[in-house]
């Protein structure tokens, strides 16, 4: 990644569901690992679903982030 690219949306959110990354600044037993997002993403995907995530530039996530999964 190219410090001061613009990133799109689409490419934020998979920034954010890479395997490994993590916002903590320290490592713990529940924090900072990085494991967790891309299990959701693999997990969501696998039941046929998406997420879908919008975002609030300087402020995280916005309305409407929605986690779709279909009727069964």
Do not use: N, W, Y
């Not at 713990?28 to 693999?42: E, I, Y």
């Amino acid at each position: 990644m190219q410090p001061g690219k613009t990133l799109s949306e689409a490419e934020i959110a998979d920034f954010i569901f890479h395997a490994g990354f993590s916002t903590a600044t320290e490592v713990s037993q529940l924090a900072g690992r990085g494991v967790g997002m891309d299990v959701v993403r693999t997990e969501v995907a696998a039941l046929g679903g998406r997420v879908e995530m919008r975002f609030t530039r300087g402020q995280g996530t916005a309305s409407p982030s929605t986690c779709r999964l279909p009727l069964r």
